[in-house]
């Protein structure tokens, strides 16, 4: 038998139950942080854009333990949600709207108040993008769409059967990771508050496993990542139309791992990076009739072999890593990124021990080098 402080349950599934679902309002408003030019005014209106207002819909799903990592992250929320930003200053920004998928669990929770954590992670459209003509001062936002990502803390409050209260704060970041520049971002940070209508008057109690000992187990993965990365050159007096052109270059990984997976939740491990970064020592040859050709660049200044610490966070299916990574070997060419660099991302087991990702590399913790889309095998002993 299993036991809960709820209820007796057998080890079988349970039957099916319903879904304990709701739906929330958030409204935000608060600082962009300083952390470009065009921020800081050098835009066409001249002034510091340095205030913003947003709004959330959400539609989220309280688990019940019919799962065991829902008991492992203490019966946490999951769902989807659409936002909505206001940087008042339209015709350089646009209306960012993100579409997002959410996670948010309890760090302690009481009768009928929690304290959270709060993650988000989607994909933003509907910004007004840099133009060299038309937009020439954005040199935050690149392109028609980025990646939209936030976290942070709240209080909920359950103050009827129906109707929950929540304040809290959180950080938010927009960057397209490099696949069309200039790409400097946007972060933003604010208190929210928000109103969550629960569906059901009286959920059902939540069921209690009796979790088993963990015993460590040892995986290797083979992990094949690929992306693009755009690099700018400045084509002024070349006899191209444009003074600025973006060039796409390919970057692939080869990446095997080792993890110690040592509970139900956390692996640790390392790997190595076998890079290639087709930007790296990037250079464009301009004929006199204006045609564009890439350079002959040596196939070894795109190389680089990297080694990565590996974290791994797993509730169910989804895994949540960062990996720090430091570059041992590469060409050493001026203007090259930092060594050590920051990677984070998401990985699905789609089937057995198949897996498919995304993660942003980044450097500095916080400036996006470009976006990984990888997939991958796991070998378990």
């Not at 709004?55 to 799903?61: A, C, I, P, Q, S």
């Not at 021990?353 to 070998?379: C, M, P, Q, R, V």
Request: hydrophobic share 40%; with cysteine; proline share 4%.
């Amino acid at each position: 038998m299993i036991f809960s402080s709820c209820s007796l349950v057998a080890q079988e599934d349970p039957p099916k139950r319903p879904v304990n679902n709701y739906v929330g309002v958030t409204y935000q408003a608060g600082k962009v942080l300083q952390t470009n030019d065009f921020v800081k005014g050098q835009n066409a209106s001249g002034q510091v854009i340095d205030y913003y207002q947003s709004l959330r819909l959400e539609y989220g799903v309280k688990t019940d333990g019919r799962k065991m990592w829902h008991q492992l992250y203490a019966y946490p929320e999951w769902g989807f949600g659409l936002y909505s930003a206001n940087f008042f200053n339209t015709e350089e920004l646009g209306s960012p709207t993100a579409a997002y998928g959410f996670f948010k669990g309890p760090f302690f929770r009481w009768k009928k108040l929690s304290f959270n954590y709060n993650t988000g992670f989607g994909l933003t459209w509907n910004w007004q993008p840099y133009d060299s003509e038309a937009n020439p001062y954005n040199i935050a936002i690149g392109s028609y769409r980025t990646v939209y990502i936030d976290v942070g803390l709240s209080l909920d409050w359950q103050f009827t059967r129906r109707f929950t209260a929540t304040i809290g704060v959180s950080f938010t970041h927009f960057s397209n990771g490099a696949t069309s520049i200039p790409n400097m971002g946007l972060n933003l940070s604010a208190p929210s508050i928000g109103l969550k209508y629960n569906f059901k008057k009286d959920p059902p109690e939540k069921i209690g496993h009796k979790i088993p000992d963990y015993k460590d187990n040892w995986e290797f993965l083979v992990v094949m990542m690929g992306g693009v990365k755009q690099v700018e050159f400045d084509t002024t007096n070349t006899g191209l139309s444009t003074k600025y052109l973006g060039v796409n270059y390919g970057v692939f990984a080869f990446m095997p791992t080792i993890n110690r997976q040592i509970s139900h939740m956390v692996k640790f491990g390392a790997g190595l990076d076998f890079a290639y970064d087709g930007s790296i020592n990037a250079q464009i040859d301009i004929s006199n009739n204006g045609e564009l050709a890439l350079a002959d660049v040596p196939f070894s200044d795109k190389i680089s072999l990297s080694i990565f610490g590996n974290f791994e966070l797993v509730a169910g299916r989804l895994v949540l890593l960062v990996q720090p990574g430091y570059t041992f070997w590469r060409v050493e060419i001026e203007g090259q990124k930092p060594a050590f660099y920051q990677r984070a991302g998401l990985k699905y087991m789609v089937w057995k021990d198949l897996f498919l990702g995304i993660n942003i590399k980044a450097h500095d913790f916080g400036t996006a080098d470009y976006i990984e889309w990888n997939a991958g095998w796991a070998i378990n002993w």
